[in-house]
């Protein structure tokens, strides 16, 4: 777990990085879909997080939002957070997850990656 690094659109896809107050790239939006489950929308980029697609691939932003990840949102008692993808077609590996290289990639669900969504103002 590190609680350090704060989800960003990079240039490669998807990645973490230290906390920036003046970078909205990690400010993200999560929207409701019509089923109840859950699509993150990043503003500043204009671009959705992507399905999760291969073994341990990396999650990619998305301008359509069809092809957005829509995922079931579950939370243990510390406030730690899941991203499950609900219509992936590799359903063996539905989460995304934090790499060893700080990129954003599709991992299994047995150990994914638990995040802290943090409620903020816009300035």
């Not at 957005?68 to 997850?97: I, M, W």
């Not at 299994?108 to 103002?121: D, F, H, Q, R, T």
Request: hydrophobic share 35%.
């Amino acid at each position: 777990y590190n609680d350090n690094l704060y989800l960003q659109v990079s240039p490669s896809g998807l990645s973490a990085t230290a906390l920036s107050a003046s970078d909205e790239s990690q400010i993200w939006t999560l929207q409701m879909t019509e089923e109840g489950l859950w699509r993150l929308y990043n503003e500043k980029h204009q671009v959705w997080m992507g399905k999760p697609t291969g073994t341990s691939a990396s999650v990619m932003p998305t301008k359509n939002i069809a092809e957005a990840g829509t995922f079931l949102l579950t939370s243990d008692r510390e406030g730690k957070t899941v991203f499950n993808e609900q219509h992936t077609a590799n359903v063996n590996y539905p989460c995304f997850h934090l790499s060893q290289a700080n990129t954003i990639v599709t991992w299994n669900a047995s150990s994914p990656s638990k995040w802290e969504i943090i409620s903020v103002e816009k300035k």
